[in-house]
Nanobody
Framework: QVQLVESGGGLVQAGGSLRLSCAASGGTFSRYHMAWFRQAPGKEREFVAA????????YYTDSVKGRFTISRDNAKNTVYLQMHSLKPEDTAVYYCAADASAIRWRDEDEMVYDYWGQGTQVTVSS
């Protein structure tokens, strides 16, 4: 069973930065597409960013382009989300997710993803 554990969330002022990490265990991490989603209070969970299993391609939702960077270290079974220029509207619980089949790409549907972490809270104060 694949387990994903996020860390790195916290409270930051607007304009600040945070780096989230997601450590995977129990599976073949290097074969999975990985993604970050987030869920703000009272809203549905939304796609943030994804990275191919090989790290050869990434893509982002429009609202974070130029501010967030997704990356991975397959030797450490870890995916990262570097967040800069944070805004209050980035406040949410951030989840990492793994697509074990790695067949579909550029698909923001959360149903594509087989495994999920428990989430880490990011709060951006104005």
């Amino acid at each position: 069973q694949v387990q994903l554990v996020e860390s790195g969330g916290g409270l930051v002022q607007a304009g600040g930065s945070l780096r989230l990490s997601c450590a995977a265990s129990g599976g073949t991490f290097s074969r999975y597409h990985m993604a970050w989603f987030r869920q703000a209070p009272g809203k549905e969970r939304e796609f943030v960013a994804a990275i191919r299993w090989s790290a050869s391609s990434t893509y982002y939702t429009d609202s974070v382009k130029g501010r967030f960077t997704i990356s991975r270290d397959n030797a450490k079974n870890t995916v990262y989300l570097q967040m800069h220029s944070l805004k209050p509207e980035d406040t949410a619980v951030y989840y990492c997710a793994a697509d074990a089949s790695a067949i579909r790409w550029r698909d923001e549907d959360e149903m594509v993803y087989d495994y999920w972490g428990q989430g880490t809270q990011v709060t951006v104060s104005s």
